[in-house]
């Protein structure tokens, strides 16, 4: 028998933290999806407590000695690898004081709370006085982290989220991006002018949504065990792996938003539902990187959702919900029309998957330079202006609402989460050329028996968690680390 | 300037814990009300780590200093009684050792969830197995508590619900109640033969029955800033004073029972949504008693709820939502002929205001000898099945699910709970007796304003808290303690 003494302290430690952690994530899906506006202050102080109660578990004294201990003992290869993450999460907890995450979550949940009315109200001077707050206090944590790491305060923030991921790589990859990009998009914008597309003129009633909703989860193979679907202002993926909750937001004049954005949520839902029980509540156990989760939303939701073989799925539904006078609209060619066009447009998370990586990269560069300390929060609306301007030749001059304040992640400081979104498309297309190459990907779609596709995932991604570092598990999954080609040459067969 | 070095320690400390206690209750909540099964392993243990962490909050090693030294200090009447009440709390919870918390925790969270399938399909069997180590668990607890204080293993567990009530003054109350409310009961029966109600016959979809609870909950003051409705198995009042969760459960053939839950629940809600904000987080600011909390559901319920004026206010939605071939039915008279219907039934939260206490005098008589190990587990059917049959003429013999399976309460070891339910109904009585000298309460319902009627309760009981002993309280509302006779001429007046 083996002796991992302080390696099994470790890990009973962060099965206890992930119990806590289990609460917030239930408390904070309630507060996004169920709250009533009145319970908010008690909210945000309950959630501020918790935090502080995890920081001090995560920096408990003793865990020096444990982790000391632990590295002299004889490990299995998944023993090795947790104490790694377990490692990561420590060092990564434990440089910020107590006194700041405590005073980061309030002002993040108070900014958060306030920017649910606010955003609506366009009412930028009224955010900027929480949001001030929040970039100041976030600034503070950047310079700790990047100092610690010998990096760059973004580049400490960055590698939260994307571990191994560093500023100088994204920016040869969104350089390489930049390079060839806008001359595709105008191309395909230019090409699909000739394409003519039915309106949707329907009311699209929530409830019946909710139904189309639910119906594209079964055949995405969603666990309705383990899970539900609520709704939401802004989409997420939260609660536990064991119990996984998805928000969509309705709007009554367009069914698409919600689910392409069910479909989305239920990559992220798939992949948490997919992690190694084994593991549960240790960091080894958990999604690789918030990329590598978005590689999954995006598979599902660009790779698989928006494709032929799963439109011609939904049609017959859709017809039978909302048809109508209007039932050409619903047939596979229009929905197959409708879900890839591509246009410039304001909003991020209703952007096509062409136009998706420049609202990306705009965002990039200013949380960069913000963290960086080059920008001020109050220069963010004129140049977010300029570079949507320069980007997709659109402007939001005093347009707050559909500009710098549409995003729920810079309200809680989660600066350095944005480049996720575009390398999850990057990986998404690497991960469909390498599958195509051993199974036959749109038979299995029309089917409607997609599970072939799932084992494929769960055997490559999913069950591996974070047993590998990032290009480990791309390299097992695909032959290579990540490749921006493959994205570029999916958006060529796909639009052109 | 006071000198409350000490006593501030202590309040601080209550804060915290009532932050936790708050992730704790939203998360109760959504284990009921929201949770897919799959989730409940996690929510368990998640639960049981909340459990345990707040036993050792309440079992901090300093607070014995620091109850010491508050006691020496200049205090102000709010104080004392915060102080009176932090050390009631700390003393019914450092008695109990940390490990029997947390395996009671997971043995009542593993019994309720088995229970809520195991009701329906009649599994006494299955049940029992769980069941056995939740009783084992609670007489250990009921032991130490009673060897604490001096008292009966019952009392122990009693003095949790109801602090300063006695198995010796319960039985007294409940002797008194048996020795007139048998005929009583019988001679209501003979009188209401000769009434002819018309029958219900509709189907009650559960969205229009939720928007006829909607309008009834709004009626009564509910404030849905700071609360919400949904559905649950087991209809109960959770969330915290600024957020307060009820539910009640649909069924599409029987509208009454979910209306006249919520109205329950609005009580309780009310009365929670009622305390004092600047004594939010401490003992002091929380409800008085068990019974004082049903008081307030009950008063709610049968005191406004199943009055003709009450009934008159609805009547008009009921004919508008259900109404169609049957609209009579849903005329004033029918409706308060069916709302105050008499008859000896199986279900405790089906009975009426005259048989229910029936239903608490047979379980306080269980779980008294069951925690005062006079009788085994085991011998719960049978001894069920004679006592319904003494009191209410009805035989549950192996029919679990109708009889000793039906509530939650001792599904999580909550023995001593159940005589709450009856003091309320009698504190109710009393407390509307009380008031009827001050306004006049049936012209107030007429008007659709009832805000005088919250008025009263506010001033008399909401914003009072624990500040109060339960006897001080009820004397200064009623001027007297409690007096059973303001509940049997309640009958007389609505019944006779």
């Known amino acids: 028998m083996k002796n991992s003494n302080y390696f099994e302290k470790l890990s009973k430690h962060f099965v206890k933290m992930s119990r806590f952690a289990h609460l917030g994530a239930i408390c904070g899906w309630d507060q996004a999806a169920m709250m009533p506006t009145g319970g908010n202050q008690a909210r945000s102080e309950a959630m501020a407590e918790l935090a502080l109660h995890m920081h001090e578990l995560q920096n408990k004294p003793e865990l020096a000695d444990w982790y000391d201990g632990a590295a002299l003992e004889d490990l299995s290869f998944e023993q090795s690898a947790s104490l790694r993450e377990m490692r990561r999460v420590w060092q990564n907890s434990r440089i910020i004081p107590a006194d700041l995450v405590e005073a980061k979550s309030l002002a993040g949940s108070k900014c958060e709370h306030a920017w649910r009315t606010q955003r609506g109200e366009n009412d930028w001077d009224g955010f900027a006085k929480n949001f001030e707050h929040v970039v100041k206090l976030s600034q503070e944590e950047a310079q700790i982290r990047g100092e610690k790491n010998g990096t760059s305060p973004y580049d400490g923030m960055l590698n939260l ?218 220069d963010i609306p004129e140049i977010w202006n300029l570079k949507m301007q320069e980007a997709l030749g659109v402007s939001t001059k005093g347009n707050y609402k559909d500009g710098c304040m549409q995003d729920i992640h810079w309200t809680d400081g989660a600066f350095g989460y944005f480049p996720s979104y575009t390398l999850g498309a990057m990986y998404a297309a690497q991960f469909k050329a390498a599958m195509a190459k051993q199974i036959d990907i749109d038979t299995i779609i029309k089917s409607k028996d997609l599970s072939p596709i799932f084992n494929w995932l769960n055997d490559a991604i999913w069950s591996k968690a974070s047993l590998l570092s990032t290009d480990e598990l791309v390299s097992a999954a695909t032959g290579e680390v990540l490749n921006a080609d493959h994205f570029k040459a999916h958006l060529m067969t796909r639009y052109l």
Chains 1, 2 share one sequence.
């Open 161 to 378: 989220y994307e571990p191994g991921m560093t500023t100088k790589a994204l920016d040869g990859i969104f350089q390489n991006v930049k390079s060839w990009l806008p001359a595709m998009t105008q191309e395909i914008i230019e090409k699909q002018k000739s394409e003519s597309i039915i309106d949707f003129e329907n009311i699209f009633e929530e409830e019946k949504q909710k139904q189309l909703g639910l119906e594209a989860m079964k055949i995405l193979g969603f666990d309705f065990d383990h899970g539900r679907l609520d709704a939401s202002v802004h989409p997420f993926c939260g609660g536990i792996p064991s119990d996984v909750r998805i928000t969509t937001r309705y709007d009554e004049a367009d069914f698409e938003f919600a689910l392409m954005g069910v479909v989305h949520e239920t990559g992220h839902a798939c992949y948490e539902q997919g992690l190694p029980k084994s593991l549960a509540g240790l960091p080894s156990g958990e999604a690789r990187s918030m990329g590598i989760h978005e590689s999954q939303s995006l598979f599902f939701e660009m790779q698989l959702g928006r494709s032929r073989e799963f439109l011609e799925l939904l049609s017959p539904s859709l017809q039978n919900l909302f048809g109508g006078q209007n039932s050409d609209a619903f047939g596979a060619d229009n929905l197959v029309k409708s879900a890839t066009r591509v246009k410039a447009g304001f909003i991020r998370v209703d952007a096509d998957e062409a136009t998706y990586p420049a609202h990306v990269i705009l965002r990039y560069e200013i949380e960069r330079d913000l963290m960086n300390g080059v920008i001020d929060y109050s």
